[in-house]
């Protein structure tokens, strides 16, 4: 018998206000499929395809404002007729989830060792005493360093894919015999991606747990996966193992969905792009040093250290390495919402002023006009009050457009990054990960700007959408020669859209140059241990 086995379940969600009328919008269509114990079982497909929203539904944690209907079984219960109380006892405890978005799933103003002890806690699973260490242990064994530190830290402290680790410690406190993990790996780098999966795994072995793994890396899930489901506009299109789906896929969209993710191969070629001139960057980067307070007494912790580089008009330039090492530091500082504390920064002749202040530096209004940013997190970087329209006009309004001019840039902005115009009138809450991704990137399109700092883009869209924001970029800076500054933990990506790379690492700038010989000739054992961790279609790690 299947240890988590889900039949005939379809969704219904009511959204809307009284205001703006409620609409009545079918989510999931007849979904079924099961899992057993030790067993792996992927969900894919594109963004508001319905697999999110199929796992919520089944364990109930969708709200009031969704209709559920079928039959949901774990270890032999009904989970949809279980009173809420029943229900409490298995959910965490039995039942551990890896919520998509980790800012959003933790509080800000609780510190995250309070955030881990909850689980025990709630559960009862530990006395006071036992407490520090079992949590300390978890952050150990998701791979973040210094858990003690860890352990009195707040979220905003850590970067993003520390951030997720910390969802995953959360989930696996108390070895469930079933792990739902939405976009689990989203925001990790390769390597740390490669260490949760064999910590899956490990627990599979261990423990004989049972996953349901959602995803949209088609790489991940080749690595991982016992069995497939792939799903499109609510309805399962085809199911089967990891081997007949990913070699012999009997449908056309899986067959799309696979070759879309072998454009983000390492060994893509990047588009024919037009050539920077070196001779005058748009943007220059000499010196640049970057350190934080830390909680000892007039102690500093140094992020960066004398980095160099420049930026064409028309050119892309791909940051990587791995969580922590400064990459998004980097992005903020060029996007001027943060200073250096030395060196010289200059975008388009105007210097961005330097010193160890913690504030936003000011910049002229041209200036800013000239650079935008897609953040990492679009959750938290979108207002939930506004609606996507009233969003993507706040730049022009912000910058004293006129007002009859802004609804055709806004439409503009919003169709060059696939945004459809049936999104405008929504709110961030009711858009699902993808589309509040391609909201950030229409935000950061509007003004039109000569420089964009893109920080993990692409972390919440799948494959295909992928391919087309990919697609757009190059035509962007092929039409308007716009610049880009992209930040990604996805090796792929940069392989098929930069035409230089800078990599990262623990002790700064490991190495840099064209992307075609970075990646075909790694001269840093760095760069080579993140090259190797890239996972492949075929099921294995590059070599």
């Known amino acids: 018998m299947a240890l988590f086995e ?54 109930r944690l969708l709200g009031v404002h969704a ?14 007729s279980l009173s809420p109380k029943a229900l409490r006892h298995i959910l965490g405890k039995d039942i551990g989830f890896v919520f998509q978005d980790p800012q959003s799933n933790l ?15 709630v559960h009862r699973a530990a006395t006071r005493r036992e407490l520090r260490g079992r949590v300390e242990g978890l952050l150990d064994e998701v791979g973040i360093a210094d858990p003690s530190h860890a352990y009195r830290a707040y979220p ?4 993003g894919g520390m951030r997720q680790r ?7 406190a108390l070895n469930p015999a079933l792990i739902i993990a ?22 599979q072995h261990d423990h004989g747990t049972a996953i349901v793994f959602v995803s949209h890396d088609l790489g991940v899930v080749a690595e991982i996966a016992d069995d497939v489901v792939v799903v499109k506009d609510g309805s399962i299109v085809e199911s089967g193992s990891r081997q007949d789906i990913f070699g012999t896929p009997r449908e056309e969209y899986t067959r799309a969905l696979l070759a879309a993710s072998r454009l983000h191969s390492v060994d893509a ?73 030395s060196g010289e920064i200059t975008l388009g002749g105007v210097a961005f002023p330097t010193g160890l202040g913690d504030g936003i530096p000011a910049l002229p209004a041209q200036a800013r006009r000239s650079v935008q940013m897609i953040f990492q997190d679009p959750y938290s970087s979108l207002h939930p009050r506004r609606t996507v329209r009233a969003s993507l006009a706040a730049p022009l309004v912000a910058q004293r457009v006129t007002r009859t001019e802004i609804p055709a840039r806004v439409d503009r902005a919003a169709a060059d990054a696939r945004v459809g115009p049936e999104l405008l009138g929504r709110y961030p ?28 883009p692409l972390s919440s869209l799948d494959v295909t959408t992928q391919a087309e924001i990919l697609a757009l970029v190059a035509d962007l800076i092929r039409r308007r020669r716009t610049a880009f500054l992209f930040i990604t933990h996805d090796l792929g990506v940069v392989s098929s859209i930069a035409q230089r790379v800078i990599v990262l690492g623990p002790d700064g700038v490991e190495e840099t140059g064209s992307t075609a010989e970075v990646f075909g000739n790694p001269q840093s054992a760095y760069t080579r241990r993140l090259l190797d961790a890239v996972p492949r279609l075929d099921g294995a790690r590059a070599s």
């Open 6 to 59: 889900v039949s005939d379940l379809a969704v219904t969600l009511h959204t809307g206000s009284r205001a703006r009328g409620r609409q009545v919008v079918p989510a999931v269509r007849s979904f079924s499929f099961s899992v057993d114990r030790g067993q792996t079982l992927a969900v894919v497909g594109e963004s508001g395809s319905g697999k999110s929203a199929s796992l919520l539904a089944a364990t």
């Open 429 to 456: 809450a009711e858009l699902s990960g993808g589309q509040r991704q391609r909201v950030a990137i229409a935000r950061a399109l509007v003004l039109e700007p000569a420089l964009i700092v893109a920080d993990e």
């Open 166 to 172: 910390v969802m995953i410690a959360i989930a696996i």
């Open 67 to 80: 209709e559920v209907t079928g039959s949901v079984r774990f270890a032999d219960r009904d989970l949809l």
């Open 269 to 341: 070629v990047a588009p024919a792009l037009p050539v920077a001139d070196e001779a005058a960057p748009l943007l220059s980067v000499r010196g640049l040093a970057k350190s934080y307070r830390t909680r000892a007494r007039g102690s500093r912790r140094t992020v960066l250290d004398g980095l160099d580089f420049t930026i064409g008009a028309g050119e892309v330039v791909g940051l990587v390495g791995e969580s922590g090492s400064g990459k998004s530091t980097v992005g903020r500082i060029v996007a001027g919402l943060q200073y250096a504390d």
């Open 182 to 203: 939405d976009e689990p790996t989203t925001a990790l780098d390769v390597s740390v991606q490669a260490g949760i999966i064999a910590l899956l795994r490990r627990l």
């Open 107 to 121: 509080h800000p103003f609780k510190t995250v060792g309070r955030q881990i002890e909850e689980v025990f806690r």
């Open 156 to 159: 905003a402290q850590f970067s």
